[in-house]
């Protein structure tokens, strides 16, 4: 099981789960009106182009409703892939990322 460091801004570095952490981080965002791309994808604001890019297909593999069966499960998927990618259509474009 993938360990991580959450950089989210509310939560203090932790080792929790991947996928725990990624559940936790979404319920954050939907309660939110602003997205911390950060957070979502799980990198520090001081990262470079290919951290951004390593985590989002990290945690890609993680989330593609593909990879899901059942309709609850699928449907969280689909929309924790759907927040990653907005996150990286952010941060991964060094003009959108300032």
Avoid: W
């Amino acid at each position: 099981e993938v360990q991580y460091r959450c950089y989210c801004p509310q939560r203090s570095p932790c080792g929790a789960s991947l996928a725990t952490a990624i559940v936790e981080i979404m319920d954050d965002v939907e309660a939110e009106e602003s997205i911390d791309y950060y957070a979502v994808l799980n990198v520090g604001r001081d990262c470079s182009q290919e951290d951004v890019s390593k985590a989002y297909r990290e945690l890609a593999r993680v989330f593609h409703p593909d990879k899901h069966q059942g309709d609850d499960l699928k449907q969280g998927a689909q929309d924790a892939f759907a927040k990653l990618q907005e996150a990286y259509d952010v941060l991964g474009d060094p003009r959108k990322r300032q």
